[in-house]
Nanobody, 119 residues
């Protein structure tokens, strides 16, 4: 099993910033098309992909966070961060880190970290 641990969530006012971190016990594989990323799930809502980064550095964001969130991966390719700026109330959710080491393997999830954007 791959251990995935998120941190950095909290309560912030609209327009504020948070930085989430995710440390995994394994690295993603470039040759196997691995990725790490962040999903979020608000109460009563579907879990949605927020941002992903591949071992090769390709990055994708959901449209609603483009220009506000930045995902990054470390050189060891086992840790990702999500810098969240200009936060909006609709960003309120539990944020889950996701790692897929290679395309043929299941994804592994962290326990989630709560992000609340409220005045």
């Amino acid at each position: 099993q791959v251990q995935v641990v998120e941190s950095g969530g909290g309560l912030v006012q609209p327009g504020g910033s948070l930085r989430l971190s995710c440390a995994a016990s394994a690295k993603i594989s470039n040759s196997g098309n691995g990725y790490m990323g962040w999903y979020r799930q608000a109460p009563g809502k579907q879990r949605e992909l927020v941002a992903t980064v591949t071992s090769g550095g390709n990055i994708n964001y959901v449209d609603s966070v483009k220009g506000r969130f930045t995902i990054s991966i470390n050189n060891a390719k086992d840790t990702v961060h999500l810098q969240m700026n200009s936060l909006k109330p609709e960003d309120t959710a539990v944020y889950y880190c996701n790692i897929k080491r290679f395309s043929g393997e299941r994804a592994y999830w962290g326990q989630g970290t709560q992000v609340t954007v409220s005045s």
